[in-house]
């Protein structure tokens, strides 16, 4: 962008690493990870998800960071200016933020549904599962309030993005990581003193090979990618804001340490829980929403506990809809030249109707088929599927193919003689994360 001397910039090192973190600490670590670790496997499933994290993750997060921060642009624009012809990276992140956050919103709002509930002691007031889930589907097929806190969370998101980079993004996420990181180690710790909680402890480390498959291969690989927002342009965008003294490495790995670190948190709160209610640890979605709540009602204090475990879980698909959001909103700021605001505005109306529809796929609508798939499951099938994988896809095939022009080539390699680390890298990005990705493509329409 011409006008990049005057664009906002991150506080520095510290502020680029909980800001980025904040994008991907969220409703996929806390909600997805423990029931995806859970039906596959526990142990087994965790040793494959470090090794997606390490040889994939953490080199496309640091190939985004590098188009970001020497580009200083949105993601269409970052490409644009790198490679026109690849600016269709651009426009299929773009794309796939508006679609997840038709769905994020509406699980954010059913978050906030279940803080309230728990403040209001109807949760603990409940006791065994069925009755539990009564009230999560008598809940979410109804045609008002999951819409209402859709449209909400919508709100408390737009509110922070209009405060801009610095004001609204940067101080949320100051605030809230901290916040989250030490809720859910109080959590973890209570949850493993409960009886017969070490027994979940056992199941969530130690390794089971027998219930991994080739497919839970590839389902480690898109949780992995879902969780570090990866191939859709959030990244690049956040890059876009670090200062110049930022070193991108660094921040990669620790916003990746991090992130991997509230899943296995996540984990540590979930399983010995579980375990010590009986519960089946491979329940599925519903794990957070039924069987959680279950526990919370038998716990002394319960509704006390339940009502932090789901602030925790509003603030992290906070900091996470505020990163998709601001993907688009910088966008059509800087590529449509309109105000912030007026930016902000548009993205918050799109989602919202594609929030408020998805909420009702579970009701009223929910006769409305795309495919066989009702509207929210379509928009989870079409990014988490397709869309994330394409452009993770594309995103290393540009970052390790592409020749690159010098400020690029100078922030993601560092030097024109290679060091180990940048040989790693680029081997990394040039052959297995596309290789790895191409399977996971396949796979996803069903082809693997
Ligand atoms: N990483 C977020 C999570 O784990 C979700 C997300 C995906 C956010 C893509 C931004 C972009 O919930």
Same mark, same amino acid.
């Given at each position: 962008m011409e006008k990049s001397h005057s664009r906002a910039t991150f506080g520095g090192r510290i502020s680029a690493v909980l800001v980025t973190a904040g994008s991907a600490v969220g409703l996929g670590n806390i909600w997805r990870f423990p029931y995806v670790a859970g039906e596959n496997g526990g142990g087994a499933f965790l040793l494959v998800y470090a090794g997606c994290i390490l040889l994939l993750g953490l080199p496309l997060t640091i190939a985004e960071f590098a188009i970001g921060k020497s580009t200083r642009c949105n993601a269409v624009g970052a490409y644009r200016r790198l490679a026109p012809r690849w600016s269709i990276i651009g426009y299929t992140g773009i794309l796939t933020s508006t679609l997840i956050l038709g769905f994020y919103f509406v699980v954010a709002g059913w978050t906030a549904e279940y803080m309230l509930h728990s403040l209001t002691g109807e949760i603990a007031a409940r006791g065994e599962a069925e009755s539990h889930r009564l009230l999560f589907e008598r809940f979410i097929a109804d045609p008002w309030r999951p819409a209402l806190y859709a449209v909400a969370f919508a709100v408390a998101t737009q509110l922070v993005i209009s &405060? /801009?980079?610095?004001? /609204?993004i940067e101080r949320a996420a100051k605030v809230m990581m901290p916040l989250l990181f030490l809720a859910l180690l109080a959590l973890a710790v209570h949850s493993i003193l409960l009886p017969g909680g070490l027994e979940g402890l056992r199941f969530f480390l130690? !390794? @089971?090979? *027998?219930? #991994?498959t080739a497919s839970s291969v590839l389902t480690a690989l898109g949780q992995a990618f879902f969780s570090l927002s990866i191939g859709l342009g959030t990244m690049v965008t956040y890059a876009s %804001?670090? $200062? !110049?003294? $930022?070193d991108i490495r660094r921040t990669a790995w620790q916003v990746t340490a991090v992130d991997t670190l509230v899943a296995l948190l996540a984990g540590l709160v979930i399983f010995p829980a579980v375990f010590s209610a009986g519960?089946? !640890? @491979?329940? /599925?979605? *519903? &794990?957070?929403?039924i069987t959680l709540p279950t526990i919370f009602g038998t716990l002394p204090l319960g509704g006390l506990w339940s009502a932090i475990f789901f602030l925790l879980l509003v603030i992290a698909a906070l900091t996470s809809t505020i990163s998709l959001h601001e993907a688009c909103t910088a966008y059509l700021h800087e590529e449509w030249r309109l105000p912030r605001r007026t930016a902000a505005c548009c993205t918050t109306l799109v989602t919202v109707l594609l929030g408020i529809f998805a909420s009702l796929s579970f009701g009223v609508l929910n006769g409305w088929r795309i495919g066989s798939l009702t509207l929210f499951d379509a928009l989870d099938h079409l990014t988490a599927d397709l869309l994330l994988p394409l452009g993770g896809l594309m995103t290393c095939l540009f970052a390790g193919w592409h020749r690159h022009p010098k400020a690029l080539y100078e922030t993601l %390699?560092?030097? !024109?003689? #290679? /060091?180990i680390g940048d040989r790693t890298l680029r081997f990394l990005l040039r052959y297995v994360c596309p290789a790895v990705m191409v399977l996971l493509f396949l796979d996803s329409l069903g082809i693997g």
């Amino acid at each position: 962008m011409e006008k990049s001397h005057s664009r906002a910039t991150f506080g520095g090192r510290i502020s680029a690493v909980l800001v980025t973190a904040g994008s991907a600490v969220g409703l996929g670590n806390i909600w997805r990870f423990p029931y995806v670790a859970g039906e596959n496997g526990g142990g087994a499933f965790l040793l494959v998800y470090a090794g997606c994290i390490l040889l994939l993750g953490l080199p496309l997060t640091i190939a985004e960071f590098a188009i970001g921060k020497s580009t200083r642009c949105n993601a269409v624009g970052a490409y644009r200016r790198l490679a026109p012809r690849w600016s269709i990276i651009g426009y299929t992140g773009i794309l796939t933020s508006t679609l997840i956050l038709g769905f994020y919103f509406v699980v954010a709002g059913w978050t906030a549904e279940y803080m309230l509930h728990s403040l209001t002691g109807e949760i603990a007031a409940r006791g065994e599962a069925e009755s539990h889930r009564l009230l999560f589907e008598r809940f979410i097929a109804d045609p008002w309030r999951p819409a209402l806190y859709a449209v909400a969370f919508a709100v408390a998101t737009q509110l922070v993005i209009s &405060l /801009g980079v610095r004001r /609204g993004i940067e101080r949320a996420a100051k605030v809230m990581m901290p916040l989250l990181f030490l809720a859910l180690l109080a959590l973890a710790v209570h949850s493993i003193l409960l009886p017969g909680g070490l027994e979940g402890l056992r199941f969530f480390l130690a !390794p @089971d090979f *027998s219930k #991994l498959t080739a497919s839970s291969v590839l389902t480690a690989l898109g949780q992995a990618f879902f969780s570090l927002s990866i191939g859709l342009g959030t990244m690049v965008t956040y890059a876009s %804001y670090f $200062t !110049p003294s $930022t070193d991108i490495r660094r921040t990669a790995w620790q916003v990746t340490a991090v992130d991997t670190l509230v899943a296995l948190l996540a984990g540590l709160v979930i399983f010995p829980a579980v375990f010590s209610a009986g519960i089946e !640890p @491979d329940s /599925g979605p *519903s &794990l957070v929403f039924i069987t959680l709540p279950t526990i919370f009602g038998t716990l002394p204090l319960g509704g006390l506990w339940s009502a932090i475990f789901f602030l925790l879980l509003v603030i992290a698909a906070l900091t996470s809809t505020i990163s998709l959001h601001e993907a688009c909103t910088a966008y059509l700021h800087e590529e449509w030249r309109l105000p912030r605001r007026t930016a902000a505005c548009c993205t918050t109306l799109v989602t919202v109707l594609l929030g408020i529809f998805a909420s009702l796929s579970f009701g009223v609508l929910n006769g409305w088929r795309i495919g066989s798939l009702t509207l929210f499951d379509a928009l989870d099938h079409l990014t988490a599927d397709l869309l994330l994988p394409l452009g993770g896809l594309m995103t290393c095939l540009f970052a390790g193919w592409h020749r690159h022009p010098k400020a690029l080539y100078e922030t993601l %390699y560092r030097d !024109p003689r #290679l /060091g180990i680390g940048d040989r790693t890298l680029r081997f990394l990005l040039r052959y297995v994360c596309p290789a790895v990705m191409v399977l996971l493509f396949l796979d996803s329409l069903g082809i693997g």
